[in-house]
C-alpha cells in the first residue's frame, strides 16, 4: 500500500454544539460539506480548535463515530487523539482505527511537561501499536514538550507518520526537516504572528495546517497550494497578502475564540464555546466581520447574517 500524501490545505475544524451543548452533527455535516465544496484536502477534527480538552472521552468517541460516517471519499478525516498517558493516546488510537478514521494528529499530553526524549519515545511506541496514518503538532506552547529537529527526523523514519505541523516561530527548524526529506507531509500553522507559512512554502512545505479555513476555505486552499511552479508562487504572494488581515484575526484571542465566534455571527452552523471561555463581541467581533465584507466573502458564500449588514 502507498503512503498517504496530504497537500495543501488541512484545516483544524471547529467542534459545533446544539443549545443544549451537546455535539451537533447536523452541522458537523454542514461544515464538512462546506470544506471538501471549496478545496480542502484534510480536516483534522477536534483538535485544539475543536476544544478537545473539554470534551468528555464518551463524546470524543461518539463525535468519531458520527462524523466518519459522513466520508465521501473525496477529503481525509483526521482526529485528535492525544490522551494525557501513552495508553491512553493507543486507547483513542485503536477506537478511532475501528470506528473509520482515516488517520490522528497527535500532539505531547499537555501539562505533564515530559522531557523531549521521553516525548521522542512516546510518539515512537505509539506508531508501533498502530497501522493508521499518524501526524505529530509541536506545539510547545500548548503542551511545553519541544521537540528539535534531529528528533522529528528519528521519528518520522517510521513507516507510520505522514504529516508534521510545526507551530514554533523557528524557521530553521522547518528548514532543517525539508533538508532532512523525511518521507511526510511538512506543513505549518497559519498563524501570521509565528511567520512559517512563507518560509515553509518557499522552502518546499507541502501545505498548511490551519484554523482560518473554517471561514475562508477555498483562500486557505490557495495559500496551502505547494509551489510546483513560479506561477503558484505569485498567486500565493497575492492571496496571501490580501487575507493577512483575516489570518491576524482568527489569531486575536486564544483559538478557537475568534473564529468560532465570527463563524456564528455571520450564520456558520458554529453553536457556542464552551465555558469557562466566551464569545467575542462589540469592537473585537466587529473587526473580524469587517475583515469578511472587505474580502467580499460574505458574497461569495452567500452570508447574509444581521450582525453581518449591521457592521
Not at 50 to 70: C, F, H, P, W, Y
Not at 267 to 276: I, T
Not at 289 to 301: I, Q, S
Request: aromatic content about 8%.
Amino acid at each position: 500500500m502507498s503512503k498517504m500524501k496530504i497537500t495543501g490545505s488541512f484545516v483544524a475544524l471547529i467542534t459545533p454544539f446544539n443549545k443544549d451543548g451537546s455535539p451537533d452533527y447536523e452541522a458537523f455535516r454542514e461544515l464538512l460539506k462546506f470544506q471538501e465544496d471549496n478545496g480542502t484536502s484534510a480536516v483534522l477534527i477536534m483538535g485544539s480548535t475543536g476544544e478537545v480538552s473539554m470534551l468528555s472521552q464518551k463524546e470524543r468517541q461518539d463525535i468519531i463515530v458520527e462524523t466518519a460516517k459522513m466520508k465521501t471519499g473525496k477529503m481525509k478525516l483526521f482526529y485528535g487523539c492525544t490522551g494525557n498517558n501513552t495508553e491512553a493516546t493507543m486507547d483513542y488510537l485503536r477506537f478511532a482505527r475501528a470506528n473509520g478514521a482515516d488517520g490522528a494528529i497527535l500532539a505531547a499530553p499537555a501539562y505533564i511537561c515530559a522531557s523531549e526524549s521521553d516525548i521522542e519515545s512516546y510518539f515512537l511506541e505509539i506508531a508501533d501499536a498502530t497501522d493508521l496514518p499518524l501526524g505529530i503538532y509541536n506545539n510547545p506552547p500548548r503542551v511545553k514538550s519541544d521537540l528539535h529537529w534531529d528528533q522529528l527526523l528519528r521519528i518520522f523514519k517510521h513507516p507510520n507518520y505522514v504529516v508534521h505541523k510545526e507551530s514554533t516561530t523557528r524557521v530553521g527548524q522547518v528548514a532543517q526537516v525539508l533538508y532532512g526529506a523525511p518521507d511526510v507531509s511538512v506543513m505549518c500553522c497559519d498563524s501570521p504572528n509565528l511567520g512559517l507559512v512563507v518560509p515553509t512554502m518557499s522552502l518546499g512545505g507541502h501545505g498548511t495546517a490551519n484554523m482560518t479555513g473554517n471561514i475562508a476555505p477555498a483562500e486557505l486552499t490557495e495559500i496551502s497550494q505547494p509551489w510546483t511552479s513560479p506561477e503558484v508562487s505569485v498567486s500565493f504572494r497575492e492571496s496571501y497578502l490580501r487575507n493577512l488581515q483575516l489570518l491576524h484575526y482568527s489569531y486575536s484571542a486564544i483559538n478557537p475564540v475568534a473564529i468560532k465566534s465570527l463563524m456564528k455571527a455571520v450564520g456558520l452552523p458554529a453553536g457556542e464555546l464552551r465555558k469557562p471561555l466566551r464569545a467575542l463581541e462589540g469592537e473585537p467581533l466587529l473587526k473580524g466581520l469587517r475583515a469578511v465584507k472587505a474580502l467580499g466573502l460574505d458574497k461569495k458564500y452567500g452570508w447574509n447574517s444581521l450582525q453581518l449588514k449591521a457592521a
